[in-house]
């Protein structure tokens, strides 16, 4: 007994099962901090290295003046390598256009779809368009680049041409939102399905008992309640539209300049610029990309800031 | 109601399809010149700008002519096939019949050609391998060394050849030679030897290494072509020491002046010409220098421009 009470073990835990309970919450807690502390040596790694063009003299160039590359309207003025006036301003407003567009045509498709896969569709269809739009999701993007450079590109070429305008070969705004839209479609309609799935069927049947007809309780009803879940699709959705680089490099023309409004006009997003020529460069030029990682993140975390502040004012309402 | 649908579906249909099968108008001389490149770090843009004289634009964008494409060597090619009113470049070896490729200077783009030294877009294949006294140990470097000799020889022109590449002369088999190299007659499968550099001469170098290891006592040749820059880098410059170290490098374009190593490790295996090509629709055959350089400086805006 002496020897018991001398244990620390044994002054800590009362019986067996409260030390397994302390280690296995421990072990939770340590893998929970391993996974959480990756964005933060991602995000330490990324600035050390973006940080490098505007701190050091980069060999001789010239640190890069950090306003104007913000605002600048020209990727790299001068020669690669002897230059240090890189501007992102333009391709800032072009990644945000074109994840604009993207969202507008495959928000409204993604969430009828959700609509029709929840309430509508007969069981086994729902099932079966259920498993399509997981498979869709899982789909690389490199498959949707080659899809985009040979089907998108083909069709808005030809799609130019009935307005009478000569594309470069098709790579455009127009061409980028497409294959955008197409990518992010898998992911709205995922999540918007879960979040209309779990609109309460009370509600429904309230609806339904006042009179009113199976469309209008799912417009007015379900979708309204499940709209929070379904702007969280949206956020997710967003954000893979920003983040998107194989697929987007393959079709939009990687423009050097800009900002490109026009739909058949060539364009370029920060995250295709950052993988252009990134194997075969080195020095300021391969610095300046972690930099323009650095200013995505930064437009990420804002745009994600502000669609969360949207969804809140949206609110929520009865959902399980 | 439901006919009214119809209809509307059907239409919209139609206007799809016919979207997709209105390439067969005649081509338009009067129309603007789209122009493809390569981005700035690659080597094929380096070859193509100093081939046209217009070294300036090698690494500088802002020189091109306005609403100019960026896409890699594939995609320069695959645009081609689509865009009527297009020109690009891509390496001779990527060339086939899915877009036209023009002669440069009167000269026809073939192999020929080029190992005749007539065409005059091409830029060199070279290789370089690690300082002689700083390999691990003598069977590295003896296998290195028989490898670069190998790359010379008619069984290594052969392979350099059917990849699309063209190489330099020689009349020496590996027969001839292979007595000089002592180090192949044993046993080398435990050895491995890194290979990297040029990512446009990985093809050729895996051909390559595939055909010498059984010859040189089955070696493991490692693969790792992550660029031009890293030819040199990775033996004697920079990196030479790091994990990522490579006994052979390759780079597509003149060594510079910052990659100049130490005696006798540096040469020549090959040339790979560059092509201009553009849509099998367009009726200009031939360019030149001066006149792809306007093109790319935007001097000329319209295809009449060149015609004429």
Not at chain 1, 46 to 66: M, Q, R
Not at chain 1, 103 to 120: D, E, H, N, R
Request: proline share 2%.
């Amino acid at each position: 007994m002496e020897l018991l009470k001398k244990n620390p073990f044994r002054d800590k835990f009362n019986s067996k099962k409260e030390a397994i309970d302390y280690f296995v919450r421990t072990f939770f807690m340590i893998s929970a901090i391993i996974s959480s502390s990756f964005i933060i040596i991602i995000v330490v790694f990324i600035a050390k290295e973006g940080i490098k063009p505007f701190i050091t003299d980069n060999n001789g160039i010239g640190s890069v003046n950090l306003f104007s590359f913000i605002t600048g309207k020209v990727w790299l003025e001068g020669t690669a390598f002897l230059s240090n006036l890189y501007g992102v301003g333009f391709i800032i407003i072009n990644t945000l256009y074109i994840s604009f567009f993207a969202l507008l045509i495959s928000m409204p498709i993604g969430v009828l779809t959700a609509l029709f896969i929840a309430k509508i569709a007969p069981k086994k269809i729902a099932e079966f368009l259920r498993t399509v739009v997981e498979l869709l999701a899982a789909i690389p993007s490199i498959v949707y680049g080659l899809f985009g450079s040979g089907i998108i590109l083909v069709f808005v070429y030809n799609f130019a041409k009935i307005f009478g305008i000569q594309s470069k070969g098709g790579n455009s705004v127009l061409a980028t939102v497409l294959v955008l839209a197409l990518m992010i479609l898998p992911t709205i309609t995922a999540l918007s399905e879960v979040a209309i799935r779990s609109v309460r069927s009370e509600i429904e049947h309230g609806s339904l008992a006042l009179g009113a007809t199976k469309t209008q309780t799912n417009f007015k009803i379900v979708l309204l309640s499940a709209k929070s879940g379904i702007f969280t699709a949206a956020i997710l959705g967003v954000g893979r539209a920003l983040g998107e680089a194989t697929a987007v490099s393959l079709v939009a023309g990687n423009a050097r300049s800009g900002p490109s409004f026009g739909f058949f006009e060539t364009t370029s997003t920060l995250t295709s610029t950052m993988l252009q020529g990134l194997k075969e460069t080195v020095g300021i030029d391969y610095d300046i990309r972690f930099s323009v990682g650095l200013v995505l993140m930064v437009v990420i975390l804002l745009t994600n800031l502000m669609l969360n502040f949207a969804k809140k004012r949206v609110g929520n309402i009865n959902v399980k | 109601m439901k006919k009214i649908w119809l209809i509307v579906v059907v239409a919209i249909i139609l206007v799809g399809l016919t979207a997709c099968n209105s390439t067969e108008e005649t081509w338009d001389s009067s129309s603007n010149i789209t122009v493809y490149t390569r981005d700035t770090s690659s080597g094929t843009r380096a070859g193509f700008m100093s081939g046209i004289g217009f070294n300036e634009a090698k690494e500088d964008d802002s020189l091109l002519v306005n609403g100019f494409v960026i896409k890699d060597n594939t995609g320069i090619l695959t645009s081609m096939e689509i865009d009527e009113y297009g020109i690009g470049f891509i390496s001779l070896a990527s060339l086939n019949n899915t877009v036209k490729g023009l002669n440069y200077e009167g000269v026809e783009p073939t192999i020929a050609n080029v190992i005749n030294n007539t065409y005059g877009l091409k830029r060199p294949f070279n290789y370089v391998i690690r300082s002689l006294d700083d390999f691990e140990n003598e069977t590295e470097k003896g296998i290195t060394l028989a490898f670069i000799a190998f790359l010379g020889t008619t069984d290594g022109l052969d392979i350099i050849m059917n990849k699309g590449a063209i190489p330099l002369d020689s009349t020496q088999t590996w027969d001839d030679i292979k007595n000089e190299y002592a180090v192949c007659n044993q046993d080398n499968s435990n050895t491995t030897i890194k290979i990297g550099g040029s990512d446009s001469i990985e093809k050729i170098a895996l051909a390559l290494t595939e055909a010498f290891a059984p010859k040189c006592g089955d070696f493991i040749p490692e693969h790792d072509h992550t660029g031009s820059s890293d030819g040199f880098k990775r033996t004697q410059g920079s990196e030479k020491d790091s994990d990522n170290y490579k006994h052979i490098g390759f780079a597509s374009r003149p060594f510079k002046d910052s990659e100049q190593g130490s005696v006798d490790t540096q040469g020549q295996l090959a040339w790979d010409a560059i092509v201009v090509i553009v849509h099998l629709s367009n009726q200009l055959n031939n360019v030149s220098a001066e006149e792809l350089k306007k093109i790319y400086n935007g001097e000329f805006l319209i295809w009449n421009d060149v015609l004429d």
